[in-house]
């Protein structure tokens, strides 16, 4: 056996199940393992290499920043930590924003922010957090109280209390689930884990209502789907709703582990120094990335080849004739295709032929390549995904 997978198997906690296959670079959409063989990542490390592995002007500024400063902790000032910070600002409804070190942190960050924030009402019971089915928010206690799959939660229970979930796309069933006593609402724009489902416009602006009549807060989880991954800077700017609190993380810093919380001054306004922090976060290192990272995606034309890309991705896909697609859905460069048969097998004999996707629940494929790709790229990925669901 590889030596590499060996030693895996020996020291390292069993929570993944990882293919035959060790990498050991990157250069734009491609992988390479030690074998020498070469795969097509439509994958990006789940949402998160948005500009491909080894982008030359993201490994200059990271190895120039690292030559020079990398951390210091929070206790003090550094110009990336503001230059990401001015950019987000900006660029969305956001006035501020606080810096933490991944996905699950924001959410976690997120929902102590509501709970603050809620205090300052008269009701005490006013602590409720709401999520939805499907939804996943990450794999810490209070991310865990919001996230929907049992697999995840009930292994760990209790997980955190003053949680409820509701069900995703469907407003008039939430019955009474929103009320004076919710601190915050957290939903994703379009659910990725979850099978690659956007919401309804009309299910979101219902929340809007909801949030505002009862004086919660709406948070909007992009940890996925934000910074460029639907064609728009922010996912939730194709639904024309705003949030109190956006939350980012995986393709931030382009492969640096970041997360952040982004949140109107309102909400801002009740963070007092000590009520949260982090020593890693917000460090010059991983903040260089995220500036340079923010900087090519942001602009008009970036964003126009992830559109231009992924509808022609999605119009090949929706045109394969096959008794297994059940449908095929998704937004800029994130696409679901579900299938009537579980996408396991799918998904390994697609890496057979030297195409890396994921699935995204048991029976939806999901692809998510970096927000680069060519025309060319997506036919080689067609190629081989009209072959193993022929197959299927
Ligand atoms: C991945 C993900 C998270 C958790 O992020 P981690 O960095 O893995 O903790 C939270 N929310 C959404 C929508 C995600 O896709």
């Known amino acids: 056996m590889n030596n590499t ?21 990157g250069e734009g959409p491609y992988l390479f393992a030690e074998d020498g063989s070469r795969y097509l990542d439509f994958t990006s490390g789940i949402a998160v290499t948005s500009l491909g592995h080894s982008h030359p002007e993201w490994v200059a500024a990271v190895q120039a920043q690292a030559a020079k400063l990398v951390h210091v902790s929070n206790l003090y000032h550094t110009e990336p930590h503001v230059g990401v910070a001015k950019r987000i600002a900006d660029n969305s409804f956001g006035d501020r924003v606080f ?12 929902l102590k922010f509501a709970r603050k924030y809620a205090k300052q009402s008269d009701n005490a019971d006013k602590v409720q957090l709401i999520g939805f089915s499907a939804g996943f928010h990450g ?29 995703f796309n469907d407003i008039d069933g939430l019955d009474g689930l929103i009320d004076d006593n919710t601190a915050a609402v ?5 659910q990725g884990e979850g099978g690659v489902n ?13 949030c505002d009549k009862h004086d919660a807060l709406l948070i909007f989880d992009e940890v996925q ?8 800077l922010w996912a939730h700017e194709h639904f024309g709703v705003m949030p109190d609190i956006m939350t980012l993380a995986k393709p931030l810093a382009n492969g640096l582990p970041i997360g952040a919380i982004v949140c109107s001054e309102k909400v801002a ?37 992830v559109t231009e890309i992924g509808d022609y991705l999605k119009a090949e896909l929706s045109a394969i004739d096959s008794p297994h697609i059940k449908q095929v859905r998704g937004i800029g460069l994130l696409l679901g295709i579900e299938m009537d048969v579980e996408v396991g097998p799918l998904v390994a ?44």
Not at 105 to 110: K, L, R, V
Not at 225 to 232: N, S
Not at 360 to 382: F, M, Q, S, Y
């Open 349 to 392: 004999a697609a890496r057979d032929h030297g195409l890396l996707v994921i699935s995204a629940g048991p029976n939806v494929l999901r692809l998510a390549p970096a927000l680069t790709i060519t025309k060319e790229h997506a036919d080689e990925a067609l190629a081989v995904l009209k072959q193993v669901i022929a197959n299927a």
């Open 139 to 167: 794999r810490t206690m209070g991310a865990l109280a919001v996230t929907y799959k049992e697999k995840y939660r009930t292994p760990f229970k209790p997980v955190m209390p003053g949680a409820g979930l509701g069900t």
């Open 269 to 305: 306004q009740v963070m007092a120094p000590g009520d949260h922090g982090s020593t890693f976060a917000a460090g010059p290192l991983v903040c260089r990335a995220a500036e340079v990272t923010f900087d090519i995606i942001n602009t008009p034309d970036f964003l126009a080849n």
């Open 198 to 210: 956007p919401a309804d416009r009309e299910f979101l602006q219902g929340l809007r209502a909801l």
């Open 5 to 25: 997978i060996a030693l895996e198997q020996a020291h390292i906690v069993p929570t993944y199940v990882r293919p035959e296959v060790v990498f050991t670079h």
């Open 99 to 110: 810096f933490c070190n991944s996905g699950a942190e924001a959410t976690e960050g997120a």
């Open 186 to 190: 957290i939903v994703e724009p379009m």
């Open 225 to 232: 789907v934000g910074l460029g991954r639907t064609g728009k």
